[in-house]
């Protein structure tokens, strides 16, 4: 019998238990997949911790995964038994051994790109590809500023960007992930403990402010990011690491004309032809060089707990993925 990581309650790691899963059928528009490697996010921290009560309990967490189609549906079509894909959901249910789920969430897997890698880096690189493709197209001599650079996410940003031709502007957090951010394309790179951003981007914008801001951070970095921004500028807020965001009057854009977006990766690819498009410019990206991914940490899916606490640890920088 196959088996999961079950939460019956929220709270620390040690909640989540290894149990038996009963897998049914795939229905008619459902397939049923063997895990091979299971992304660990921190979505699934907020989940576990009860800050995010989005899960149904008892549930299985866990939003992205790669697997192998083992059994169709009746009505699925362009997929195969035997083909490797990748999925993330909003349904949950990925910290298991097996599944059934709806054959419109999956993805075909390139050869070329391993399971570890797909699993560690789909929901932060189709983030990465709606955020510089679509949220705001970037473009050669852009002055592009990304907050959290060394982080999962803002890595892949500053590398897409950088390679689109942009002159990026990272800010870190502490001295040791200054050489992170410039190995992922940034020309410059901000210690935000040690100076202030706003007046650093200034002066290497020679004032001009730059067109676009990523920012994951939120509370801390919100007004500052803001001030960044070129006339005619877009803020892109796609987090709150720090915190949620204070409410805003809408009239602090109008002095420079600032575009502000909040923007759901689930929703630039709520359709299967959106979620194709899009996993196709980020499969191409990861197969010739524009990103590279660092190799994942491995923890067993009996250890799910081991990996939320590593997760959670600062002195990490690198993904993490289960094994089932």
């Given at each position: 019998?196959?088996?999961?990581?079950?939460?019956?309650?929220?709270?620390?790691?040690?909640?989540?238990?290894?149990?038996?899963?009963?897998?049914?059928?795939?229905?008619?528009?459902?397939?049923?997949?063997?895990?091979?490697a299971?992304?660990?996010?921190?979505?699934?921290?907020?989940?576990?911790?009860?800050?995010?009560?989005?899960?149904?309990?008892?549930?299985?967490?866990?939003?992205?995964?790669?697997g192998?189609?083992?059994?169709?549906?009746?009505?699925?079509?362009?997929?195969?038994?035997?083909?490797?894909?990748?999925?993330?959901?909003?349904?949950?249910?990925?910290?298991?051994?097996?599944?059934?789920?709806?054959?419109d969430?999956?993805?075909?897997?390139?050869?070329g790109?391993?399971?570890?890698v797909?699993?560690?880096?789909?929901?932060?690189?189709?983030?990465?590809?709606?955020?510089v493709?679509?949220?705001?197209?970037?473009?050669?001599?852009?002055?592009?500023?990304?907050?959290?650079?060394?982080?999962?996410?803002?890595s892949?940003?500053?590398?897409?960007?950088?390679?689109?031709?942009?002159?990026?502007?990272?800010?870190?957090?502490?001295?040791?992930?200054?050489?992170?951010?410039?190995?992922?394309?940034?020309?410059?790179?901000?210690?935000?403990?040690?100076?202030?951003?706003?007046?650093?981007?200034?002066?290497?914008?020679?004032g001009?402010?730059?067109?676009?801001?990523?920012?994951?951070?939120?509370k801390d970095?919100?007004?500052?990011?803001?001030?960044?921004?070129?006339?005619?500028?877009?803020?892109?807020?796609?987090?709150?690491?720090?915190?949620?965001?204070?409410?805003?009057?809408?009239?602090?854009?109008?002095?420079?004309?600032?575009?502000?977006?909040?923007?759901?990766?689930?929703?630039?690819?709520?359709?299967?032809?959106?979620?194709?498009?899009?996993?196709i410019?980020?499969?191409?990206?990861?197969?010739?060089?524009?990103?590279?991914?660092?190799?994942?940490?491995?923890?067993?899916?009996?250890d799910?707990?081991?990996?939320?606490?590593?997760?959670?640890?600062?002195?990490?920088?690198?993904?993490?993925?289960?094994?089932p």
């Amino acid at each position: 019998m196959p088996h999961a990581i079950v939460m019956r309650t929220p709270g620390g790691p040690e909640v989540l238990q290894l149990e038996p899963a009963t897998v049914g059928a795939p229905q008619p528009h459902e397939v049923r997949l063997r895990h091979t490697a299971i992304g660990v996010n921190f979505h699934d921290v907020y989940v576990r911790s009860g800050l995010y009560q989005t899960l149904k309990l008892p549930g299985i967490p866990g939003i992205e995964a790669v697997g192998v189609v083992q059994e169709l549906g009746s009505a699925v079509t362009g997929l195969r038994t035997g083909d490797r894909v990748a999925y993330m959901t909003r349904q949950y249910g990925a910290y298991a051994q097996e599944r059934t789920i709806a054959a419109d969430l999956l993805v075909p897997l390139p050869e070329g790109i391993s399971d570890g890698v797909a699993a560690s880096s789909f929901l932060k690189g189709l983030t990465a590809q709606v955020l510089v493709r679509t949220v705001y197209p970037v473009q050669a001599g852009d002055w592009v500023l990304v907050h959290a650079a060394a982080g999962g996410v803002g890595s892949l940003l500053c590398q897409w960007a950088s390679q689109l031709g942009a002159r990026v502007i990272g800010t870190v957090g502490s001295a040791e992930k200054i050489a992170l951010a410039e190995a992922a394309g940034c020309r410059h790179v901000i210690n935000y403990r040690e100076e202030n951003f706003v007046q650093r981007v200034k002066t290497l914008t020679a004032g001009g402010g730059v067109q676009v801001a990523y920012d994951s951070v939120g509370k801390d970095t919100f007004l500052g990011s803001l001030e960044c921004l070129a006339p005619c500028g877009h803020l892109a807020n796609f987090g709150q690491s720090s915190g949620p965001i204070a409410p805003i009057e809408v009239s602090m854009l109008f002095a420079k004309s600032n575009v502000l977006s909040r923007a759901s990766v689930f929703q630039h690819v709520r359709t299967p032809a959106l979620l194709q498009r899009a996993a196709i410019q980020l499969f191409e990206a990861m197969l010739n060089g524009t990103l590279h991914i660092a190799p994942s940490m491995e923890f067993a899916l009996a250890d799910a707990a081991a990996a939320h606490t590593a997760l959670q640890a600062r002195e990490r920088t690198q993904s993490i993925v289960l094994i089932p």
